[in-house]
């Protein structure tokens, strides 16, 4: 369920689904299976050569314009908000400096 105070990428799926921002920032985001994520949880603590280590888990880098279209494709008309149009590179730029140009 989707709700208000969710963060991340829970609130990025959120938010364009409701249309959000009006413009796609040129960002990636690293998105990776929950039940992949789970496995490797558990190959961390069942390895006995993995006592005291530390790792790294990293799926399949998306660009925002990239998960907008997914939902696009996949929900239909669940997804009509979703805008797919990017943000041009100034305009992100200058967004970045808190909107000084």
Known sequence: MLT?????SVNLIRL???????????????IMAVRDR??????AMTTAEA???RFIALGDSLLVHDVASVLR???GKAAAKVLTRQMP??????AANGGVD
């Open 51 to 53: 006592n005291g280590e």
């Open 89 to 94: 590179r100034r305009g992100q730029c200058v």
């Open 16 to 30: 364009l689904l409701a249309g959000k921002p009006a413009q796609v920032p040129r960002l990636a985001f690293n």
């Open 73 to 75: 494709r996949g929900l």
């Open 38 to 43: 789970a496995e490797l949880h558990i190959r």
């Open 4 to 8: 208000p105070n969710q963060q991340g």
